[in-house]
């Protein structure tokens, strides 16, 4: 069946760039997202990209798509004590209405 | 302010105690979620209902019950549940149910006795 992997724990220092780390297996996937879960709150979406992209840039954000390998990554330039939250990568199709979703990395940003 | 909202934020209950948890969405939608998000382990989709219909039951025991009233609203009834069940309970909403963003609520964090 569909599944979503990423690493549970990533530290970084302040201001160093972060980089998640995601691998999916439904290759008919259309949209990959990346949430943000906050402490005490839902889950926000950060950005997504469609699968017919490489590269997709949102200010700090950087989201880059292996399609071939089905890697998903994102990079947060610059990582603050307030981006320190868990990431959950997932993936969607057209043809169906789940979406799938990985089981969070949790950033730690020391300052 | 997400515009999808959870009561109760905090629940414990006992293994034989009836409960409901409460989402509303304010945002105009046509689909609701509920998801049970567990420690290291991956968000698990529990109901779909479009339209106030539901179009998914993935697998879940019948110890949770949904019940979507109205486009705005879904309940999450529960009877005798097992101390696994405790967990944090998910609400999300989307415009329709095929490739929309979703938009989640803040959960609530459930303790079974």
């Known amino acids: 069946g569909e599944d979503v992997e990423q690493s549970l724990f990533l530290s970084v220092r302040e201001g160093d760039s972060s980089v998640i780390n995601c691998t999916y297996t439904?290759?008919?996937?259309?949209?990959l997202y990346w949430y943000k879960q906050e402490p005490g709150a839902g889950l926000q979406l950060l950005t997504y990209?469609?699968?017919?992209?490489d590269m997709k840039q949102d200010q700090r954000l950087t989201v880059l798509l292996n399609k071939k390998d089905k890697h998903l990554s994102l990079r947060i330039a610059d990582t603050q004590t307030g981006d320190s939250a868990i990431y959950f990568c997932a993936e969607g199709s057209t043809g169906g209405f789940k979406t799938i979703f990985g089981a969070g990395t949790r950033l730690f940003v020391k300052a | 302010e997400t515009g999808v909202t959870q009561t109760p934020r905090h629940l414990v209950m006992g293994m034989t105690n009836k409960k409901s948890l409460k989402c509303e969405q304010h945002l105009g939608h046509n689909a609701m979620y509920w998801y049970k998000q567990s420690a290291k382990k991956p968000l698990e989709l529990m109901f779909v209902?479009?339209?106030?219909?539901?179009?998914e039951n993935n697998s879940v025991p019948s110890r949770f019950s949904p019940e979507c009233p109205n486009s705005s609203h879904l309940f999450l009834h529960l009877h005798t549940l097992q101390p696994e069940d405790s967990a944090l309970y998910l609400c999300?909403?989307?415009?329709?149910?095929?490739?929309?963003?979703?938009?989640f609520g803040p959960g609530t964090r459930l303790t079974v006795l």
């Open positions: 439904d290759s008919s996937s259309t949209y």
């Open positions: 999300a909403s989307s415009q329709d149910i095929v490739g929309n963003e979703q938009f």
């Open positions: 209902y479009s339209l106030e219909e539901r179009v």
């Open positions: 990209i469609f699968s017919n992209m």
